[in-house]
Antibody
């Protein structure tokens, strides 16, 4: 069965950096686009970024563009999110998520989610 | 940028009742609209994609309809496990991105 396991969350000071990882299993990782979606405490869902199945294209929400970088290593079945210049408003649970379309060029919808990792930006 | 609005914010119903949730887009999204369910402390779960297609394993009591700017998620007869928050989500190819609605909480009356 599909499993997505995030790691790397924690407490970081404003202006700091953090790298999240997501280990994928149970499907052909290299065939699917992947997302990061976040949820601030008590708030709704916010899409963060998408990477195409082969890593050739990456798309970001305006709120993180220029600060966050999504990447993947298909040989290790792992998705990453490098987060720089972190702000208090980046505090959230970050979910790794699988797109439903194989070999898709653009994001469609998410059919599997990890359990999330909490990132807290605070001094 | 397309904005999604969901109504009502909260829906208070009893088990066995019919739930009707609305999602409205600020401009046409064709049929590129999905619905998710999220329970406290859990990740979201895909219910409906492309406005009216049930995802794998989703019970038939969940149905979606609509196109363009107005969409509806209907739960025909609420089960105890259906009390949760429901989000709609649209996708666009240019610029490529997702947008989620603010959510509708279905709670027990």
């Amino acid at each position: 069965q599909v499993q997505l396991v995030e790691s790397g969350g924690g407490v970081v000071q404003p202006g700091g950096s953090l790298r999240l990882s997501c280990a994928a299993s149970g499907f052909t990782f290299s065939s699917y686009g992947m997302h990061w979606v976040r949820q601030a405490p008590g708030k709704g869902l916010e899409w963060v970024a998408f990477i195409r199945y082969d890593g050739s294209n990456k798309y970001y929400a305006d709120s993180v563009k220029g600060r966050f970088t999504i990447s993947r290593d298909n040989s290790k079945n792992t998705l990453y999110l490098q987060m720089n210049s972190l702000r208090a408003e980046d505090t959230a649970v970050y979910y790794c998520a699988k797109d439903s379309e194989n070999y898709g060029d653009y994001p469609t919808e998410v059919d599997y989610w990890g359990q999330g990792t909490l990132v807290t930006v605070s001094s | 940028e397309i904005v999604l609005t969901q109504s009502p914010a909260t829906l208070s119903l009893s088990p066995g009742e019919r739930a009707t949730l609305s999602c409205r887009a600020s401009q046409s999204v064709s049929s590129y609209l999905a619905w998710y369910q999220q329970k406290p402390g859990q990740a979201p779960r895909l219910l409906i994609y492309d406005a009216s297609n049930r995802a794998t394993g989703i019970p038939a009591r969940f149905s979606g309809s609509g196109s363009g700017t107005d969409f509806t998620l209907t739960i025909s007869s609420l089960e105890p496990e259906d009390f949760a928050v429901y989000y709609c989500q649209q996708r666009s190819n240019w610029p490529p991105r997702f947008t989620f609605g603010p959510g509708t909480k279905v709670d027990i009356k």
